[in-house]
């Protein structure tokens, strides 16, 4: 209208005055008449419902769309469970409902994708408060309906022919099939890289669940498209590796003895190489690292080492092919071991394996016992104990029960590695889960590590989590406590080790300094001490006791913190003729651009002593160190 009257004109409720004012006339002195006013005042009743009749039409509106959120969540849940179908098909080898069970996916993803873009779902991308999240919703099915058609039913379509009893035979890995995986993996690649990009780009709305569900993703999906985003060159490394194309590739098997803790695991007792060639292993007989170590010595050869490595290992550690495990950074390991083993036998060995009796009763769990030529059982319930201590207790010290123990250690490598070879043409699936989750635990507690000498081929390992290197995570800073021994013993059976952290004082200068305090325990026995065989307690002449364990403690700093105030609480006093000679029992250096301490201690039966020192984290650094020590001989 021309004129703008207030409500008050129109004598409805809420006015200041209801009473009727003279109206002013309009151009041509016409005037409005009764029914004119009239119809005005219905235009506030049609409007109002209108409005009614709209709120009724968004409530129904609601419930439809709520409906349809239901259908698509329930349709999602549907095709969860088809995954897992898809996966026991895949598993199992069986082609046909491969095939079938990845055309039911494509099938309901498509639905999925055709609910949420009808018109419900296109009238709620315009309502302002959830019209992003519809619009991640509908993102999330165009991504889900591509992977389907263009990577999830050609993929099917492709590895449907190979099983994993194909793939994985009796000491052989099958290249020429993995090589076809490979094809495949490849052929699909952009569309599952392009696919998780698009919804890395996505961002939060207001549901939270949505937003859950979104962030949810983001991570595995960001690990796969590392994979996928590289899997030529990714299985062209794992091809590689199983020597593939008639080359042959040769890895030394370090069999460790934790009973005789090294920092990085235990003495390496025997080693056998295993060659690999177009994925077929053959495994030569283990041989004590003793031999190993004399023909070493005997042609003079020394490794080069730096002058931290001197301090922190002294000379042994560049010339003696039993202490290459003093150092816990099993790249250093690695690099060793490939120096000593090729000088003593000409082997050039493109890696290094290394696990301890731990690890190995993990996997005869998975796999099954062997007999030793001895009549002993060797299991997933006891190989620790018989390998770590029983087998001392039983030979005694002697000459004739150290050959004894040397063939008994020998037989046992030797066996295990072979059952578990043997074993791998026999696993389905579901074995091959558990034994890759086997190995993922093992390289995270450090009983299963794996060195390759080319860097390509280290990278992937490390990926996986089986270097052993000393690692940079600042979300996850590691503070080693390491333990070297130093009794010519295999009584760290009895050795307990563990470390407490303070929730750390923050200062001045923004730097965090917690307190730790590192404890070692020995639980053996006086009476035990003084029935072992000195096999187990050890010959150091320098011990105060039969049962006295005698230990460098390897401090090293998180990267870029420092150390201060170590000290050392012996369980009691040592006497003046038990302190080593032209020996310094504390020492520092920077080992592998860390700061770190290095702490001579001794432990008699059942007693504790403790090492407490200060750990200094940088500016910025807000999250506790995590401890790291030696893997010891019990889970």
């Not at 895949?90 to 018109?119: F, K, M």
């Not at 170590?293 to 730096?306: A, E, G, L």
């Not at 301890?356 to 319930?381: C, E, H, K, N, Y």
Request: proline share 4%.
């Amino acid at each position: 209208m021309a004129n703008h009257e207030s409500d008050t004109e129109w004598g409805l409720p809420g006015s200041s005055d209801h009473k009727r004012r003279p109206r002013r006339r309009r151009s041509g002195g016409h005037h409005f008449s009764h029914h004119s006013v009239r119809r005005r005042r219905i235009w506030p009743r049609v409007v109002a419902a209108l409005l009614v009749v709209l709120v009724a039409v968004c409530g129904v509106a609601a419930a439809l769309f709520y409906q349809s959120a239901t259908r698509m969540e329930n349709k999602a849940k549907e095709v969860m469970t088809q995954a897992n179908g898809l996966e026991r098909s895949l598993l199992s080898g069986n082609a046909d409902e491969l095939r079938t069970t990845a055309a039911t996916i494509n099938d309901s993803v498509q639905d999925i994708y055709d609910e949420v873009h009808g018109p419900m779902w296109t009238f709620a991308s315009y309502i302002p408060v959830v019209g992003h999240d519809v619009a991640n919703v509908r993102g999330l099915s165009a991504y889900a309906y591509d992977l389907a058609q263009n990577a999830l039913v050609p993929f099917a379509d492709g590895v449907a022919d190979v099983t994993f009893g194909d793939l994985v035979q009796e000491r052989s890995v099958n290249t020429a099939m993995l090589g076809a995986v490979r094809n495949t993996v490849v052929s699909i690649s952009p569309v599952v890289v392009r696919n998780i990009d698009a919804l890395s780009a996505l961002t939060p709305g207001s549901i939270a669940r949505v937003n859950k569900l979104i962030n949810d993703l983001k991570t595995p999906l960001e690990g796969a498209r590392v994979v996928f985003n590289d899997a030529d060159h990714l299985f062209s490394i794992l091809l590689g590796m199983l020597g593939d194309g008639g080359q042959t590739r040769s890895y030394a098997i370090v069999a460790q003895t934790n009973s005789e803790i090294r920092a990085g695991g235990g003495f390496p007792g025997q080693v056998g190489i295993v060659h690999v060639t177009d994925g077929a292993a053959t495994l030569e007989k283990f041989v004590a690292v003793s031999d190993t170590q004399r023909i070493v010595w005997d042609n003079s050869f020394s490794m080069p080492i730096d002058e931290s490595e001197l301090v922190a290992f002294e000379v042994a550690l560049g010339n003696d092919a039993a202490a290459c495990t003093l150092t816990p950074d099993f790249v250093r390991s690695g690099q060793l071991i490939k120096g000593f083993w090729g000088n003593a036998y000409g082997i050039d060995v493109d890696g290094v394996i290394a696990m301890d009796p731990v690890f190995l009763q993990r996997m005869l769990g998975l796999v099954g016992g062997i007999t030793a030529s001895d009549g002993t059982v060797v299991d997933g319930t006891n190989a620790a104990y018989e390998l770590l201590n029983n087998v001392y207790w039983r030979y005694g010290y002697d000459d004739a029960g150290a050959k004894l123990e040397d063939e008994f250690f020998n037989d046992v490598a030797h066996e295990a590695f072979s059952r578990l070879l043997d074993a791998m043409g026999d696993f389905d699936m579901d074995a091959f889960g558990k034994l890759w989750s086997t190995l993922q635990a093992s390289g995270e507690d450090h009983r299963f590590l794996v060195w390759m000498a080319d860097d390509s081929e280290e990278q992937l390992i490390s990926d996986c989590g089986f270097s052993g290197a000393i690692t940079d995570d600042p979300e996850h800073p590691e503070l080693g406590v390491y333990v070297n021994d130093n009794t010519w013993a295999k009584l760290c059976w009895y050795l307990d080790v563990w470390a407490d952290v303070d929730d750390g004082i923050r200062n001045e200068d923004g730097t965090t300094t917690y307190q730790v305090t590192a404890h070692f325990k020995n639980n053996i026995t006086p009476e035990e001490a003084e029935a072992a065989p000195k096999y187990i307690t050890g010959g150091n002449p320098w011990k105060r006791s039969v049962s006295d364990l005698m230990e460098t403690v390897v401090i090293m700093a998180p990267a870029g913190a420092g150390i201060n105030n170590v000290q050392a609480h012996q369980d009691t006093p040592i006497p003046d003729d038990k302190i080593i000679i032209d020996k310094p029992y504390y020492a520092e250096c920077m080992l592998y651009g860390r700061d770190t301490r290095v702490q001579h201690i001794n432990i008699e039966a059942e007693g504790e002593t403790t090492v407490s020192f200060e750990v200094t984290m940088p500016s910025g650094a807000n999250v506790k160190p995590v401890v790291r020590t030696s893997p010891l001989c019990h889970e």
